[in-house]
């Protein structure tokens, strides 16, 4: 598994120590740096005097609970990203630890897969969301001023609030004009395309192009979290509806009401739940866990998966009444070794974007660099080449020009070793 690097350490506190030696040590597996608190003070004292890319806190621990650590912390690093573990029993706490400002919660226990899941979401998520203040980069500064003019070619950039989309390739700039085209209407939206491609970045253009905008994008990732959990994450439940629910919970789709809700990985959903979904859609309503009366909704779907669904249909995984029911809108992004016009603008952004993250000037791209990448397979597609990118311009730190040894890419262009 491939991991980010990160400049400063993930801080592990939990006050049992088999847990923070088994976490530790997944994480350094995947290339983190690491440092253990055996308590919540101890943690808060380390956060005082240095610096830390991550809390990654257990909830239950004697004399100061995670959620007072986290309320502590968001004092003094408010842009902290800091994540919740907790038991079974527990999970109306982990919810209210995300209201005082959590990147997000993990039911123990817990595979180390899902972890590093989240680990990595919530490095990239802080990486995205820097001020001006904390990278050096102007964020609305235009991007290779002076590019288009220089390759004779219209650039696509066009601003979410989540990334840009940055593209000349004509059939990606169809895709665009199309969304926008569909952007205002209420019907789902069933987005099938390989890992990489930035399907979720779609997913929150066609929601900035609509008169949703304003109003929530609330994103679930039906792979990331157990069929229990997801029903109560997807509909809410009632206080008393199982052990731990203590107060009343809004799901997902009621936190999306009058927005857009984006079901990624839906190929993985159980199902049982696939039956619910699909009642959703048809009538608009939801039962809450332990409700009573269903509640109305005005959501927008959009769902992603980079599966064949049709095949999933066929083999019984995945209901076709729900296939039809997602697929209206039907769209598929092209994998990056067929759009190979875009390769030299994106490894140019993804150039200034990692000089700037870890404050280096940013290097001119030998041509044969362009060459190379080209050439290649990218079977990981965009998400697979900012990491090549990412580690050339660590590897060229003392380069007066970025080449094409900084790449570490082997197997001849023709499939990733990396």
Same mark, same amino acid.
């Given at each position: ?7 400063? $350490?993930?801080?592990?506190? /939990? /006050? ?45 621990? $004697? ?28 999970? %109306?706490?982990?919810? %209210? ?15 180390? /897969? ?94 900035? &192009? ?33 052990? !731990? ?13 009058? !927005? ?73 992004? $092209? ?6 016009? /875009?390769? $030299? ?18 290097? %001119? ?24 990118? %990412? ?14 040894? &900084? ?12």
């Amino acid at each position: 598994m491939q991991s980010m690097k990160t400049e400063a $350490p993930i801080l592990i506190v /939990d /006050d049992e120590v088999e847990m923070r030696i088994a976490l530790s040590a997944a994480l350094k597996r995947c290339q983190f740096e690491v440092e253990l608190s055996h308590n919540a003070t101890d943690a808060l004292n380390k956060v005082k005097k240095n610096s830390y890319s991550l809390i990654l806190s257990d909830m239950t621990m $004697p004399k100061m609970s995670g959620i007072e650590l986290l309320k502590e912390i968001k004092k003094i690093k408010p842009n902290l990203p800091f994540i919740i573990m907790t038991a079974h029993g527990t999970i %109306e706490t982990a919810v %209210e630890a995300m209201k005082q400002g959590a990147f997000d919660y993990i039911l123990k226990p817990f595979d180390f /897969d899902t972890v590093i899941f989240l680990v990595e979401r919530a490095l990239t998520h802080q990486q995205e969301t820097f001020s001006p203040q904390q990278n050096g980069v102007l964020e609305n500064a235009p991007l290779f001023a002076g590019q288009e003019e220089k390759k004779g070619a219209k650039v696509e950039k066009l601003r979410s609030s989540y990334k840009e989309i940055i593209t000349k390739d004509p059939l990606m700039l169809e895709l665009l004009n199309t969304c926008q085209s569909i952007a205002a209407s209420k019907a789902t939206v069933l987005i099938q395309a390989e890992s990489g491609t930035g399907k979720e970045l779609l997913a929150h253009y066609i929601h900035n &192009h609509s008169d949703r905008k304003n109003s929530p994008f609330v994103a679930v990732n039906c792979a990331a979290l157990p069929e229990s959990l997801l029903e109560s994450e997807l509909f809410g439940h009632k206080r008393g509806a199982f052990t !731990g629910a203590i107060q009343d919970h809004k799901g997902k789709f009621e936190q999306a009401h009058k !927005g857009t809700i984006l079901l990624d990985e839906i190929s993985e959903m159980a199902l049982p739940l696939q039956a619910k979904l699909l009642r959703v859609l048809q009538e608009y309503k939801i039962d809450r866990i332990g409700g009573t009366s269903p509640i109305d909704i005005d959501v927008r779907v959009i769902a992603t998966t980079n599966r064949n669904l049709l095949d999933y249909v066929d083999q019984a995984k995945f209901r076709e009444d729900l296939y039809f029911r997602l697929n209206v809108i039907p769209l598929s992004l $092209p994998p990056l070794r067929q759009r190979t016009t /875009d390769i $030299p603008l994106l490894a140019e952004y993804f150039v200034q974007k990692h000089s700037g993250l870890n404050q280096l000037p940013i290097l %001119e791209i030998a041509e044969e660099v362009f060459k190379v990448l080209s050439a290649y397979h990218w079977r990981g597609n965009i998400r697979e080449l900012e990491n090549v990118m %990412e580690r050339a311009v660590l590897l060229s730190k003392a380069s007066k020009k970025l080449e094409p040894g &900084h790449l570490l890419m082997l197997g001849g262009g023709q499939k990733s070793t990396l």
